[in-house]
């Protein structure tokens, strides 16, 4: 079995930053993709960032582009997601995800179904 468990949510003001950390355990680990999606409520899920170990090359939805940061180890086992300047639209529950196929394009990392595992989930309230 593999196992993603994210950690670092919590309750801030607008304008404050967050760290995001999502550690692979069993079969999770060594992925291709570590990425990072979020769901608000009565919204459906999106995508965040994601990150190609091999080469660094890394994906950022446009709403977060310039504030949030993806990173990791490298070994496809723990990735970060530095978050600043939040926003109340940033309020969601973040997943992490990982995926064992070197698709071609960007595409594919930005959709939720070509990823494999699945963490719980960390929520991320941002109060203004």
């Known amino acids: 079995q593999g196992q993603l468990v994210e950690s670092g949510g919590g309750l801030v003001q607008v304008g404050d930053s967050l760290r995001l950390t999502c550690a692979a355990s069993?079969?999770?680990?060594?992925?291709?993709?570590m990425g990072w999606f979020r769901q608000a409520p009565g919204k459906d899920r999106e995508f965040v960032a994601a990150v190609k170990w091999s080469g660094g090359t890394t994906y950022y939805a446009d709403s977060v582009k310039g504030r949030f940061t993806i990173s990791g180890d490298n070994a496809g086992n723990t990735v970060y997601l530095q978050m600043n300047s939040l926003k109340p639209e940033d309020t969601a529950v973040y997943y992490c995800a990982t995926s064992y196929t070197n698709y071609r394009g960007a595409y594919y990392y930005r959709v939720g179904g070509y990823y494999d595992y699945w963490g719980l989930g960390t929520q991320v309230t941002v109060s203004s």
């Open positions: 069993g079969r999770a680990i060594s992925s291709t993709v």
